[in-house]
C-alpha cells in the first residue's frame, strides 16, 4: 500500500512539475484567467497535452498505466513519455526499501513528498531553466521533516554553517559572473547543502557537478562550444541531493 502511495505521490508531482511549467510559464497563461490558473492546475483531469481527451481511469494505474497504453495516447495516437513509469517506479522502490530496512513509516512517507518536491524543481530546470522561489519552503520544511524522522534530532549548527558557506560562495560567484548562474541557483544549493550537512555536502557538490560535466559533454552536439552550453543545473543539484539521501540512509541502515 506505502509503495502504491509513493508511485501515486511520483505521477502527482510530476504532472504538477509539467503543470508549472505550462500553465505559470507557459501557452497556458494566456489561455486562462489568472485567478482560475491554479484551480486548474490542480483539478484538471490527466489529459493528452495534444488532444485534450482525458485519459481513462484504467491507465492512470501507477506504474503499469503506461505500458497498458503501450505508451501512446488512445484517442490521437501521440507517444507518451516512459519516463512517467520510471519516476513512479523509482519511487515505489524507494519507499518499499525505506519501509522494509529501517521500519520507519513515517520518514518513508515525508521521504516521498521530499523527493517530490525536487522532483518539481528538476521538471521546470531542466525544460525552462526555472526553479521556482514557491517550491523551496516545501523542500526545506519536507527536507528537515526527513532528516529529524530519520535521525531524531533537528539539523544542527555545522548544517546551518555548511548552508551559509555555500550561500556567501555562489552569491560572489553570481555577483562577479552574472551570466552563469542566477540567484535560484544560489538559493537551491544553499538549501541543498544545509539539507545534506557535513561531511556529506562534499559528495554532494562533486556529484552535481560531476553528473553535470559529464552528460553535457555526453549531449554536445556538433558545433556547439561547450563553455557556451546552459547546463540546467538545477536538475543535477536534484539528482545529487537524492544521492546524498539515500547514502545517508544506506549509513543508518547499516550503523
Ligand atoms: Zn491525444
Redesign the pocket.
Same mark, same amino acid.
Given at each position: 500500500m506505502g509503495g502504491l502511495f509513493a508511485s501515486l505521490l511520483a505521477s502527482f508531482y510530476t504532472t504538477l512539475g509539467e503543470r508549472i511549467l505550462f500553465f505559470i510559464y507557459g501557452k497556458g497563461r494566456k489561455i486562462y484567467k489568472k485567478e482560475s490558473i491554479w484551480n486548474k492546475i490542480l483539478t484538471k483531469p490527466s489529459? +493528452?497535452?495534444?488532444?485534450? /481527451?482525458n485519459i481513462s481511469p484504467l491507465f492512470l494505474t501507477p506504474i503499469i498505466g503506461g505500458l497498458l497504453t503501450k505508451g501512446? +495516447? #488512445? /484517442? +490521437? #495516437?501521440?507517444k507518451f513519455s516512459y519516463y512517467y513509469s520510471i519516476t513512479e517506479f523509482l519511487f515505489f522502490i524507494l519507499f518499499i526499501i525505506n519501509l522494509y530496512f529501517l521500519n520507519n513509516i513515517l520518514f518513508s512517507v515525508i521521504f516521498s513528498f521530499f523527493i517530490g518536491h525536487i522532483i518539481i524543481s528538476m521538471i521546470t530546470d531542466y525544460n525552462k531553466f526555472i526553479l521556482d522561489y514557491e517550491n523551496l519552503p516545501f523542500i526545506l520544511f519536507f527536507g528537515v521533516l526527513s532528516i529529524y524522522t530519520l535521525n531524531g534530532s533537528l539539523p544542527g549548527w555545522d548544517n546551518l554553517y555548511v548552508g551559509l558557506g555555500f550561500f556567501i560562495t555562489f552569491f560572489l560567484v553570481v555577483f562577479v559572473y552574472p551570466t552563469g548562474m542566477g540567484m535560484g541557483d544560489v538559493f537551491y544549493i544553499s538549501i541543498y547543502s544545509f539539507l545534506v550537512g557535513h561531511p556529506l555536502w562534499i559528495f554532494f557538490l562533486n556529484t552535481a557537478y560531476i553528473l553535470a560535466l559529464l552528460s553535457s559533454v555526453l549531449t554536445l552536439k556538433k558545433n556547439e562550444k561547450f563553455l557556451k552550453k546552459k547546463i540546467p543545473m538545477g536538475f543535477y543539484y536534484g539528482i545529487a541531493v537524492i544521492i546524498t539521501y539515500i547514502i545517508k540512509i544506506y549509513f543508518k541502515i547499516e550503523y
Open positions: 489529459h +493528452c497535452r495534444k488532444c485534450n /481527451t501512446r +495516447c #488512445n /484517442t +490521437c #495516437n501521440t
